[in-house]
């Protein structure tokens, strides 16, 4: 029986400084959505505005990373993000000007 010998082959990975930037940015959302989740726990709220509280954070978090790994795609992608951003922003103006117009207090 006879061995093979290989030579070692040195392969250097590099990362991208937009690969850093993406994992550190999934890492901040771990920790605001864990932090928004853990106050339902330490500040109690009435069971009939829990249900609705754990549904905007898991919303809040599934458009957030939705959102942030569209951007990272490519520079196609990064257009559907912008236009994302935009159609979001200017709803939530709009959501605010109606609940000032139509508030009962």
């Known amino acids: ?3 093979k010998m ?5 392969v250097k990975i590099e990362r991208t400084p937009e ?11 771990v920790f ?4 928004l989740a853990l106050t339902s726990v330490t500040n109690p709220m009435p069971a009939k505005y829990l249900k609705e509280y754990l549904l905007f954070i898991g919303g ?9 790994n569209i951007y990272f795609i490519g520079e196609t992608w990064r257009k559907v993000f912008y236009g ?3 159609v979001l ?11 000032f117009i139509y508030s009962t207090h």
């Open 84 to 86: 994302s951003l935009a």
């Open 60 to 68: 809040s978090a599934l458009i957030y990373y939705f959102l942030l």
């Open 89 to 99: 922003g200017i709803s939530s103006l709009l959501m605010a000007i109606y609940l």
């Open 1 to 3: 029986m006879e061995t």
């Open 19 to 29: 690969a850093d930037f993406k994992k550190i940015l999934n890492i901040i959302g």
């Open 6 to 10: 290989q030579t070692s082959q040195n």
């Open 32 to 35: 605001i959505f864990a932090g």
